[in-house]
């Protein structure tokens, strides 16, 4: 008897001692969040780059418990720091235009894959190592005329320099690791990517958001309409304030959903709010690299007609549009996160209302005025 009561005390002492722990934690974690809230909001994009921010977090993720915590605050800051993904496109796309044309043959795509990874789209970013602006460029060897925060300035030399190095390695890869470390390594000129985690992480990263730009498509032919976009908004049926992680694409029910990029389907199921949703992953990973995945999400479908595990092709259709979960009406919720980090769908798909997928999955191409006068085309502004 006893030996029992011990036995039951020692257990007891044992979760009392578990529960004093967590409560400890909890109040430490509850402490110092608002100094990591702080710090994300005053450093932010203008002084520590996210590449470099992803890579140290990386690194540390299995060693440093709270280092998730302060990813969640670094997710968070960039969540809404990225949420004008779509006004900034526009003020940046004539300069980009142009300096494609000049040093890259006329791969925009390109452009913006590496601005992406560079400053999130900020003009006013600074690395700790002291790169500048959209295309961080480094300030030594720049003329003093040059102003580098100025985004026409930054972005033309920042294209310059990586066509150079393009045409330099012949391989992307190599020209996006020189352009991150610089040409002189031995490992680049031997055809290796460094051995620098900010460098692994970063060509990746890149490949990922190139091959957004240039070969993301619009999952439903039916419409260009968007009832709902990116960002913070008063949630349709708990009517309370929640950010929006993807864009609602209204459409009829039953409508085609197409693959708007290929990958594995990695869920196929009913998952919660999302209703019947549709989830597919393409990883981007070059030897000496880590790896950065896609995934893109297609959420409140009435018919899933894709299977866990099956590599899908874009411009398949996938499922279709319906009104499952926590939903009003039908339409098509598409959301994308590069990494661990979401963006803004139609910062991507802008500019691609005029392709159109056919019923045997082929690319049609369509005149502008043929899209307006086809489909509905609306923005809302996001409140």
């Known amino acids: 008897m006893e030996q029992q009561q011990k036995e039951q005390g020692t257990e007891r002492g044992g979760k009392s001692m578990w529960k004093s722990v967590a409560k400890a934690t909890w109040k430490f974690t509850k402490k110092i969040s608002p100094i990591l809230i702080v710090a994300a909001v005053v450093n932010g994009p203008n002084v520590v780059r996210k590449t470099h921010l992803d890579a140290k977090l990386n690194s540390w993720v299995n060693m440093v418990p709270l280092v998730e915590n302060f990813k969640y605050v670094r997710d968070l800051f960039y969540r809404y720091a990225s949420s004008d993904l779509l006004e900034k496109k526009k003020l940046y796309e004539d300069f980009v235009i142009e300096s494609a044309k000049k040093h890259l043959g006329g791969d925009e795509a390109l452009v913006w894959a590496v601005m992406m990874a560079e400053s999130e789209m900020h003009e006013r970013c600074v690395s700790p190592k002291g790169a500048i602006g959209l295309m961080q460029l480094m300030p030594y060897g720049a003329r003093a005329d040059w102003d580098l925060f100025d985004p026409k300035t930054n972005i033309e030399e920042g294209t310059r320099e990586l066509g150079g190095y393009i045409r330099k390695f012949k391989k992307l890869d190599l020209a996006l690791s020189a352009y991150n470390a610089g040409p002189d390594r031995n490992s680049i000129k031997n055809g290796k990517i460094p051995q620098i985690i900010e460098t692994q992480y970063y060509v990746p990263r890149v490949l990922a958001y190139y091959d957004l730009f240039k070969n993301m498509l619009w999952p439903v032919s039916t419409t260009r309409e968007i009832n709902s976009g990116y960002g913070m908004r008063i949630h349709p049926i708990w009517h309370v304030k929640r950010f929006h992680y993807g864009i609602d694409i209204d459409a009829n029910y039953g409508d085609a959903i197409h693959a ?21 992953e393409k990883v981007y990973e070059v030897p000496g690299s880590k790896a950065i995945r896609i995934v893109v999400s297609y959420s409140h479908l009435s018919n899933i007609m894709a299977q866990k595990g099956k590599y899908i092709t874009r411009g398949k259709i996938i499922g279709r549009v319906g009104s499952t979960g926590e939903s009003t009406g039908p339409h098509l919720d598409l959301k994308v996160t590069v990494g661990s980090i979401y963006m803004d769908s139609l910062f991507v798909l802008d500019g691609k209302q005029n392709l159109f997928i056919k019923t045997d999955g082929s690319i049609e191409k369509k005149d502008v005025a043929e899209v307006v006068v086809g489909a509905k085309i609306k923005r809302l502004d996001v409140q």
Do not use: H
């Open 260 to 280: 708007a990029l290929d990958g594995n389907v990695i869920c196929a199921n009913w998952i919660g709010g999302s209703g019947f949703r549709v989830d597919i």
